[in-house]
Structures are given as structure tokens and as C-alpha cells.
């Protein structure tokens, strides 16, 4: 299975709306998986869904880039909490 920080690449072409590349089959196929990373990305879309609502024809880059921030930081944050979990 692929690690969840790798999917950041193919989480971006999935928010752009690219669902049909490759790297979406995949992240769509982790998504199927891994809850964190269904939570994150549902989040994500919902999200930029609500930009779109809002009469934002074109998604803020300075936004998108603000997201990967945060999904960065939640990944992480995420990573290591399931790290310390272990006996
Ligand atoms: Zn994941």
C-alpha cells in the first residue's frame, strides 16, 4: 500500500478535477483503505467545493497551497501520534 505522504501529488491533480489520471486511481484506491486519508481528502473537496459555491471560478493557488500545508501538518501529526500508539 502506498504511504499516505506520497498521495499529496496525486491529491492535487484529484482536487484539480483530474480524477482520471493514474495517480487519482491510486490515491482513490488508498482512499478505499485508509480512513485518515478519506477524512482528509473529503474534507479537502468539500472545501474547495465551498469556494466553488462562492462564485471563485478559479481556485486561489495561495489557497491550494495553504491546504497542502495543513494536510502536510495533519498527515504528519497523524503519522506520529500512530507512532507512539506502538508498544
Ligand atoms: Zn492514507
Known sequence: ?????????ALSEYLD?????EMCAT???????CDKCRLVVNT???TIELYRGIDV?????DVKERLHGSLREAWARR????????P
Do not use: T
Open 79 to 86: 503519522a506520529v501520534q500512530a507512532e507512539s500508539r506502538r
Open 17 to 21: 478535477g483530474n480524477e482520471q489520471s
Open 44 to 46: 479537502a473537496k468539500r
Open 27 to 33: 490515491l482513490r484506491e488508498h482512499m478505499a483503505g
Open 1 to 9: 500500500m502506498s504511504d499516505c505522504k506520497d498521495l499529496l501529488g
Open 57 to 61: 471560478v478559479e481556485f486561489p493557488v
